[in-house]
């Protein structure tokens, strides 16, 4: 499993002496990618705004935090 987002979120078990692993569906795997890719654009946009304008833009910071919020909430949902 070369995949490090599959990897951190496949459920792994200990059952009757074996070792169980259960794999994400392929769209959450997707899913999770588009988020993480789109809180980097997101942070690179503020970066710009930033260096461009000199001043602080809260509308991309809020989606900043909405989208972080959404990824570490599935991470932690998907391993209980």
């Not at 789109?38 to 602080?56: G, P, Q, R, Y």
């Not at 809260?58 to 989208?67: D, M, P």
């Amino acid at each position: 499993m070369a995949d490090p987002i599959k990897r951190a979120l496949t459920r792994r078990r200990f059952e009757r002496g074996r070792f169980i692993a259960e794999e994400p569906p392929a769209k959450l795997v997707l899913g999770v990618k588009f988020a993480i890719g789109m809180t980097a654009f997101m942070s690179a946009l503020e970066l710009a705004h930033l260096l461009i304008l000199h001043t602080w833009n809260a509308e991309i910071f809020a989606s900043i935090t909405g989208l972080s919020g959404t990824v570490i909430g599935l991470f932690v949902g998907q391993k209980t």
